[in-house]
């Protein structure tokens, strides 16, 4: 197996994945989604793809109609998304994605955290060329009839670059690009997308001992806590 599954296999143990976290998260991305392109999920690719991951993490239904009204309310102001780039102890790469109305204050509390934890918050561009951006989609097993060699060459002209089984679906990870033609092919086919997403995949990692291993995500938690921060990404080996 490649890169991606080696990262999602890794990411099943950690606790980053809280309910109440993901719900904030998606949250914030159905703001966002409608903000950029208004509240019909059937004009709007990107509301259509946050909606498919509300339903894909149980986000109850109140949750998802009191984003809606908070999106639509115009004076609700819209969340910037900003990266943020650092090194956590022993020379981990770390790589943030916040959306913040409040910029100073998204930047006061990462450089605190990374301060903490013996890290060092990073300019633009030190560490964002370390991670492969991709997106990925996760399909329902019962609408794929064809083994996935022969579903991984049916979407050669996608760029896909792995196709494997988990048991929340068939995962499909392929380049940021391509994210848009692959929402449309799967759509025009009937192919019912559970959730899709985007990640940043490290084109190297790195094995610490437990002890350092802690140290990191010491510093991992606590910027995992900060409810600016959509995702956190790192070069540590799982």
């Known amino acids: 197996m490649g890169r991606a599954f080696e990262l999602r296999k890794g990411r099943k143990m950690k606790r980053w994945s809280a309910m109440a976290k993901t719900f904030t998260r998606i949250g914030k991305d159905i703001v966002m989604a409608i903000k950029d392109g208004g509240p019909n999920p059937d004009s709007n690719s990107r509301l259509r793809a946050v909606m498919q991951n509300a339903k894909a993490a149980n986000m109850p239904k109140d949750n998802v109609e009191r984003a809606i009204k908070k999106a639509t309310d115009k004076d609700t102001a819209n969340y910037k998304e900003v990266l943020f780039e650092g090194y956590a102890p022993h020379g981990i790469a770390v790589l943030l994605e916040t959306a913040t109305d409040n910029n100073n204050r998204t930047v006061a509390n990462v450089r605190s955290a990374f301060n903490k934890c013996d890290g060092n918050l990073g300019t ?24 996935l060699e022969e579903l991984e060459l049916e979407l050669i002209d996608f760029e896909v670059e792995e196709v494997f089984d988990d048991e929340e679906g068939i995962i499909i990870y392929a380049p940021f690009e391509q994210f848009g033609a692959i929402q449309t092919y799967f759509e025009e086919n009937s192919t019912e997308i559970l959730s899709s997403g985007f990640e940043r995949i490290p084109t190297t990692t790195t094995k610490l001992n437990e002890e350092q291993q802690a140290d990191v995500e010491k510093l991992l938690e606590k910027l995992e806590e900060d409810d600016d921060v959509q995702n956190v990404f790192h070069s540590m080996q799982m």
């Open 124 to 147: 633009s561009g030190s560490v964002v060329f370390m991670f492969d951006h991709v997106c990925t989609f996760t399909l329902k097993k019962e609408d794929i009839d064809i083994d």
